[in-house]
């Protein structure tokens, strides 16, 4: 069995991801193993094995905190690097945005500079009011101190979980949920990327921010 081991710790998001994809179009072997230094990492690389039907996907420590060796067969579809061109040129699935409305980046957990208490009253009352528009967002992107509101303490999980429910796709900066050490902190939400969100943000859909 030809194993191919790509070593991608010590590199900056979404360059794990983007490695990943290009040793899959590139090479033939019959085991990928791919080395990460976060969790985020680990999570966006296997979400993407599964997207490409990978097989026998999983995951161990490599004995170094914080690093991840995955592990993963190709798939009947992909036997002999046989993955369609289609296929290749996807990104990672995420959950299917099934809401109409714009994408919306909120890159704080408050909207405005001026008082911190305020700015929170503020972006709490703007994503209850999400919940009660006719056509609520496709996507809600958390960045920087923004994944907070994802987190077991926010006031705003309610909210998000009827968002959620109305099909609207919540995608977290897993780079952000590392730099904050709050991963195991995630309450609601997939765990995203560079790659992922700058697609969605360059998309024909509109954007707002909030920062």
């Known amino acids: 069995m030809k194993e191919y081991k790509l070593d991608a710790r010590g590199l900056d998001c979404p360059k794990p991801l983007l490695r990943t994809k290009q040793v899959i179009s590139d090479q033939k072997f019959d085991r990928l193993t791919v080395l990460v230094g976060n969790e985020p990492a680990r999570e966006n690389i296997m979400r993407f094995l599964k997207h490409m039907k990978f097989q026998d996907i999983h995951w161990e420590t490599t004995g170094v905190e914080g690093e991840f060796s995955i592990s993963s067969v190709p798939g009947l579809a992909n036997q002999e690097n046989s993955v369609p ?23 704080s957990e408050r909207i405005g500079m001026g008082k911190k208490d305020l700015g929170g009253l503020l972006m709490k009352g703007y994503i209850y009011t999400l919940t009660q528009i006719e056509i609520p967002p496709a996507y809600l992107i958390f960045m920087n101190t923004g994944v907070n509101l994802t987190l077991d303490d926010s006031e705003s999980l309610e909210d998000l979980r009827v968002l959620e429910g109305r099909g609207v796709s919540l995608l977290v900066c897993g780079t952000c949920l590392d730099y904050l050490n709050a991963g195991d902190r995630l309450q609601i939400g997939q765990i995203s990327n560079m790659y992922e969100i700058a697609e969605r943000l360059h998309s024909n859909t509109g954007v707002l921010t909030f920062t």
């Open 85 to 107: 061109e289609t296929e290749k040129a996807e990104i990672p699935p995420i959950i299917p945005a099934t809401g109409g409305g714009n994408t919306v980046l909120i890159a």
